[in-house]
């Protein structure tokens, strides 16, 4: 009896050492496995805030000639003969007493030392920012751009007066431009200030002209 008692609690005995080393290994799968569930998802989450940090592909700028279309070609005035044309284009619509943008590209048809830009102001309008450019040497066939801060305080249509001066070693030549621009909702009977030249002429309004 005395050995058979004994077999039985030792018997007894390995069975709550196995039983206790089974759930300990369990609760160590079960760590284990809870850990990898935690590592995954933050490997996801990583993941995804990569993809999110990737910044998207910028559109390609405008060609030249998209921005040419959308330019608008000035009133010429006709006693000039400086080979260069001018297109502009209002950056923004202009408002009463606000600063707006006005945006001038310079197309010249022969190569010169230099191309110089004086504007001048019409009644009703102040130039906020420089009043010339310059741009050295230049060359037939290519697009020469400068920007010109205006603004108006009283609705009404203006014109932005724009000598372009091209000088070679021989001679200098000018044109003369002008930008109509409208402030606010002016009369419609209203009649715009002409626009004037460095002489102080008023510039004659013609429709420009293609070059031959």
């Not at 608008?72 to 707006?100: E, I, N, R």
């Not at 010109?148 to 372009?164: R, S, T």
């Amino acid at each position: 009896m005395r050995m058979t008692l004994n077999d039985d609690v030792r018997t007894a005995g390995w069975r709550e050492v196995a039983r206790t080393a089974t759930v300990a290994l369990l609760a160590a799968a079960l760590v284990t496995a809870c850990g990898g569930g935690k590592d995954d998802a933050a490997a996801v989450a990583k993941a995804e805030k990569a993809k999110a940090d990737v910044p998207a592909a910028a559109a390609p700028p405008a060609s030249v000639d998209e921005k040419h279309s959308r330019l608008a070609s000035a009133v010429v005035d006709s006693k000039t003969t400086a080979p260069v044309d001018m297109k502009y284009d209002v950056l923004s619509k202009p408002a009463l007493g606000q600063p707006f943008e006005v945006e001038m590209t310079f197309d010249t048809r022969l190569s010169a030392d230099s191309l110089e830009i004086e504007i001048t102001e019409a009644p009703g309008l102040t130039i906020v920012g420089a009043k010339t450019a310059s741009f050295a040497p230049v060359e037939g066939g290519q697009s020469y751009s400068s920007k010109v801060l205006v603004q108006g305080d009283n609705p009404g249509l203006y014109y932005i007066g724009v000598v372009a001066k091209m000088s070679t070693k021989v001679q200098t030549e000018s044109r003369a431009f002008a930008i109509p621009v409208v402030i606010g909702d002016p009369p419609s009977a209203q009649k715009a200030a002409p626009a004037k030249d460095a002489t102080g002429q008023a510039v004659q309004s013609i429709p420009a002209q293609e070059p031959k």
